[in-house]
């Protein structure tokens, strides 16, 4: 046997060393990453949370620093925080979402306690300035009937969240029904019965010029692109117009519908899993969040606190009153409905109201998607074609909605049709999803170019349009610039959502999205979720 050296050893011991100090210190990064709740000894509360809190990140900073304490935040969106309290939220100690409506419609189980609203934050128009004065809106008390006639004429539309994905949706749209009722005391299901209110909720609706399933993407959505007016928190609106006045462009003007809106109430509960060490350290949290110390900050970021409602504007740069701003403006806020009204209301709106959705899913079936990619594939297209799956996600198809499907590899295999909401025929579309099986290269852009042949024979004005595209791997052939020139000889204002999953090529997709203002979407640890948020922007 060869003989080792004492240096030898000494330096293969330290070797050694090292290589477990990288093992360990890799874990722990992994450990963090994941969110787990290893965390040198400190104690943990994981929080299940809005994306629109995400701001709020410095200030829970601090309130860790001096307690010694890690909050995990995990945000996730309105519909997903509602499923996972029917499902007993097991992993969190705490729910953090934009509005009590998800609580409420939530937690079946009754494990939610000591709820209580941090920030207020009003649901509003944003119109720019300049086109608010055009329409007669500027220095004047605006009704939500002011708004629907000037939808009527044509004079305005907006962008706007679904009201079945996102909390500003929803608050919106329930803010629509109170101010068209002639704010009832509260809401009934019967109320929602009503004709005249169902056509003057497809009206206001139907000036609905872009969607989204994130208020934040909304924002980002109007910074990028071109459009006249969104309805957003009025926190949103500030954070927008801090960026358009930077850049020099005109701001939005806010305008409070004087016959009704909703407020989102960012409440936090806790979630009882029987730990009184973490409903201890949920109580210090809460007390500290609506505190003196920290009330200031909040103001900061355009949130107005529970107990401030309207209140004396000390902060002019942040609710600047050349921006429609009014901070002692008595709002007409409505009571809530029960539960299972809202849950009417949103079925209602997915269903019957909403502007229909003319949606092309361009789906990989290159020899790459054999196995485990074809079959994931057809699970989530499943999600959404299955009419009782869908409803789960309040992601039906409603009755004028279009579906259109075209399967390729490095071809258009095939291009199938649905019309509407009927059961059977979605099942029949899902059926020739199943039956195919996957070969051949991949060509990205052709089925685009189709896509865009086939949302051609549509009046895309009468639509919420997109083009989902999922692929598996990088185009065998690169006609980028010929997609692009389709799509702007067409004067076509088509988001092009993309899904990746396997080997795909994040950079050829997220070009695609970038001209044509969408988002790509991360399928490759879970293709179902990413194919429900994509539709969610449509």
Not at 79 to 100: C, R, T
Not at 492 to 508: K, N, V, Y
Request: aromatic residues 8%; hydrophobic residues 35%.
């Amino acid at each position: 046997m060869k003989k080792i050296s004492g240096n030898k050893k000494l330096i293969i011991s330290v070797m050694i060393i090292i290589v477990v100090i990288a093992i360990i210190v890799g874990s722990i990064i992994s450990i963090q990453k994941s969110g787990s709740n290893i965390s040198f000894g400190k104690k943990t509360l994981n929080i299940l949370s809005g994306s629109e809190n995400e701001v709020l990140e410095p200030i829970l900073e601090e309130f860790e620093k001096q307690n010694n304490v890690n909050i995990n935040m995990t945000y996730e969106g309105s519909v997903d925080i509602m499923q996972e309290l029917q499902n007993g939220a097991e992993n969190y100690d705490a729910v953090f979402p934009a509005n009590s409506i998800w609580i409420s419609m939530g937690d079946t189980n009754l494990k939610v306690k000591n709820q209580k609203s941090i920030t207020t934050t009003p649901v509003v128009f944003g119109i720019k300035k300049s086109v608010a004065e055009k329409l007669g809106f500027v220095g004047k008390d605006v009704t939500t009937k002011d708004i629907l006639e000037k939808i009527q004429s044509k004079e305005l539309s907006f962008m706007m969240t679904s009201a079945t994905q996102s909390n500003s949706g929803a608050t919106a749209y329930l803010g629509f029904i109170y101010a068209l009722l002639g704010n009832p005391e509260v809401i009934t299901a019967e109320d929602l019965d009503n004709e005249e209110l169902k056509t003057n909720l497809t009206t206001i609706l139907s000036g609905v010029n872009r969607s989204s399933g994130s208020s934040d993407w909304l924002k980002d959505l109007f910074l990028e692109s071109d459009y006249d007016a969104m309805v957003n928190y009025e926190s949103i609106i500030i954070d927008t117009n801090k960026e358009l006045v930077a850049r020099g462009e005109e701001p939005l003007y806010v305008i409070y519908p004087q016959d009704g809106l909703g407020i989102a109430d960012s409440p936090l509960g806790y979630i009882d899993n029987g730990n009184k060490e973490k409903e201890e350290i949920f109580l210090k949290l809460q007390d500290y969040l609506i505190s003196d110390e920290v009330k200031p900050k909040l103001l900061e970021l355009g949130r107005r606190t529970a107990f401030a409602i309207n209140f004396e504007n000390n902060n002019p740069e942040t609710f600047n009153s050349d921006w429609g701003i009014d901070t002692k403006k008595v709002l007409n806020v409505m009571k809530m409905p029960t539960a299972d009204v809202i849950q009417k209301a949103l079925n209602m709106y997915q269903t019957e109201l909403r502007k229909p959705s003319l949606t092309v899913y361009c789906l990989d079936y290159s020899g790459s998607m054999a196995g485990n990619g074809v079959t994931s594939l057809r699970s989530a297209m499943s999600m959404l074609l299955d009419q009782q799956k869908a409803k789960s996600y309040m992601l039906q198809a409603s009755t004028k909605d279009v579906t259109i499907v075209i399967p390729f590899d490095n071809n258009v295999l095939d291009i199938w049709k649905a019309e509407g909401n009927d059961e059977t025929t979605l099942l029949e579309l899902q059926s020739k999803i199943d039956s195919l099986d996957p070969q051949g290269g991949t060509d990205i852009y052709k089925p685009l170019i189709k896509a865009m042949d086939e949302i051609k024979k549509y009046n895309v004005s009468d639509y919420t349009t997109s083009i989902i595209l999922m692929s598996d791997g990088k185009s065998n052939v690169n006609s980028y610039n010929q997609v692009v020139e389709e799509w702007n000889q067409e004067n076509l204002d088509i988001p092009i959502f993309s899904i990746t999953f396997g080997e795909s090529d994040d950079r050829e997709l997220q070009a695609l999205a970038d001209f044509s203002t969408a988002r790509v979407f991360d399928g490759k640890d879970n293709l179902e979720k990413a194919f429900k948020q994509a539709k969610g922007y449509n």
